[in-house]
């Protein structure tokens, strides 16, 4: 599913404008973007939550000139799904 079929399908649920929904969707987004690059992550009950997680400091190969390069400590962004969220998924969604 892509944003557009995002915003068709809501929009046909609430009777509400395309335009309207994706402004709404892409102000979600942005306030989510928003508040993990200011520290604060998000929570959101019966859905999940988006998080930063922060990476260890690593030693990596850059394997064309055969030399080992320190890749430092950095942050990440991730999304970590409710407990209700996994369950649905897994008691709906056959095994591929």
Request: net charge positive; no cysteine.
């Amino acid at each position: 599913m892509t944003k557009a079929d995002l915003v068709a399908k809501i929009s046909e649920k609430l009777g509400i404008e395309k335009g309207d929904v994706q402004a709404t969707v892409e102000s979600f987004m942005d306030e989510v973007k928003t508040s993990l690059e200011s520290g604060d992550n998000v929570y959101l009950r019966g859905f999940g939550s988006f998080i930063i997680k922060t990476r260890a400091e690593k030693t990596g190969r850059n394997i064309s000139k055969n030399t080992t390069i320190k890749i430092p400590a950095h942050n990440i962004p991730s999304f970590k799904p409710a407990k209700v969220f996994v369950e649905g998924v897994k008691t709906n969604v056959d095994v591929k």
